[in-house]
């Protein structure tokens, strides 16, 4: 793991050299300019052509498509190159996306390290923010901030908090019955999740959370896949419990978000005041024209039976529940569409090094209900509306997803067209040039 500090001179040099890259690519020790680039501001269908744009220490200080010019630091020739904001992506496992297997199983020491790992190639695949949707990740959101190691910007929602028997509850059924003062399982210790019953039980998960530093709070509302116990039609946590907690989030400046798949966990989540949702693949028409009228976002992945859906054994429990997921996939891309609904983009891998890489690739998926430049901009300026609702628990408070001045220097630097052919971020490898984060660049390939 390469080890810089972002506003260092030394540290930039060192991944340059690290990389095998030019050194005066990585100067950030002044401005950076970049010239003759089309840029994709993050908002808007048409390219600003024959651009250039300023970066300024972290910021982005101007885009003109007049002739600028900067005293001292670095100029880079895009070469007629796209510059477009880094990508987000609204529904990111950190300790679990980058490990072959269940993570649930892995120690403290093994479960950072593969997520330092992954959160370095996270970056590299040009994702410069992730919203974290679940576990301990406060310390290597930490050391990734203050420069020690490389990664995103992370917005973290800490432990995931659920119900007994809910979709964070992977007891087995012998573990149960417990005593109201049982032992928290291994899983709940290392603050990967919490299994709270009751309003008194929540107000104190959620607190929790927002005391290590939790950015927004993430119930487990509907069932899942993945968890042993819960069928996939089930509303989980009562509208008094779900209140509470988002009364808690409020006090705080912030949110609550829900796991739920079915228009009924939805409806349930929003009566006791949710207004996120995440997945949502078998809401109905009415659920939604209620999102719509409540301003309730939805961050949806595109799950399909194809080379990336999860492998489960056939016939197994888990495995009727996916198929069954999957089956309203297209129409809930079709309902967020026709209500025009917040909609952002996660990809909620776990437990697949494989998938991982494959983050762009399953962004890309989504032409097949938008243009590539709206899946570009959900993926980036759309994505971050959703970011903004933590208010003041917001870790980067600013501007983001966006190229225009005053917005941070979270760039990519694009061989080619996007918005001509989407599949480029697929292969990030390839055709991503350049990535900055925060006016740092970590890759640099322009001969």
Not at 61 to 82: K, M, N, W
Not at 256 to 283: C, D, F, L, P
Request: charged share 20%.
């Amino acid at each position: 793991m390469r080890k810089l500090n972002p506003r260092n001179l030394t540290a930039a040099l060192a991944v340059a050299v690290s990389f095998g890259l030019p050194a005066a690519a990585q100067d950030a020790s002044g401005p950076i300019l970049f010239t003759n680039v089309n840029v994709f501001d993050g908002v808007n269908e048409a390219l600003i052509e024959n651009a250039n744009v300023v970066v300024t220490d972290n910021l982005i200080t101007a885009v003109s498509t007049e002739p600028l010019a900067i005293a001292g630091g670095t100029v880079i020739d895009g070469g007629g190159r796209t510059l477009m904001p880094g990508l987000i992506d609204c529904h990111w496992h950190s300790m679990a996306a980058n490990f072959n297997g269940n993570a649930f199983a892995l120690g403290e020491g093994k479960l950072n390290l593969v997520a330092a790992d992954g959160a370095e190639k996270t970056l590299m695949r040009g994702f410069t923010t992730i919203r974290d949707m679940g576990g301990n990740v406060f310390d290597l959101k930490s050391v990734i901030d203050e420069g020690m190691y490389v990664g995103p910007r992370m917005y973290a929602a800490g432990s995931m908090i659920s119900q007994t028997s809910g979709h964070a509850d992977f007891r087995q059924t012998i573990d149960i019955p417990q005593s109201y003062s049982r032992d928290l399982t291994p899983q709940e210790r290392m603050g990967s999740v919490a299994i709270a019953d009751g309003k008194a039980q929540v107000l104190q998960r959620v607190r929790e959370n927002l005391m290590r530093g939790a950015a927004f709070i993430k119930l487990m509302g509907g069932g899942g896949v993945a968890s042993p116990s819960d069928p996939l039609d089930v509303s989980q946590y009562t509208v008094e419990e779900i209140a509470a907690a988002v009364e808690v989030a409020q006090n705080w400046g912030t949110y609550v978000t829900v796991h739920s798949y079915t228009g009924k966990a939805i409806q349930n989540a929003i009566r006791g005041g949710v207004r996120n949702v995440e997945h949502g693949q078998m809401i109905d028409e009415e659920t939604a024209k209620l999102m719509k009228e409540t301003d309730t976002s939805v961050c949806m992945q595109p799950f399909y039976n194809d080379e990336d859906a999860i492998p489960l054994e056939p016939g197994s429990f888990a495995a009727q529940k996916y198929q069954l997921l999957i089956s309203g996939t297209d129409t809930a891309f079709a309902l967020a569409k026709k209500y025009d609904l917040l909609f952002g983009f996660g990809t909620d891998t776990q437990g697949s090094q494989a998938l991982a890489a494959r983050q762009g690739a399953q962004l890309a998926k989504l032409t097949r209900y938008f243009e590539p430049w709206e899946v570009l901009k959900i993926a980036t300026s759309q994505n971050y509306e959703i970011l903004k609702r933590s208010g003041p628990r917001d870790p980067y408070p600013g501007d983001n997803g966006v190229v225009r001045e005053g917005a941070y220097a979270d760039l990519l630097l694009v061989d080619g067209n996007p918005l001509e052919n989407i599949d480029l971020i697929a292969d990030p490898d390839k055709n991503f040039v350049i990535i900055m984060k925060d006016g740092v660049i970590y890759k640099n390939t322009i001969e």
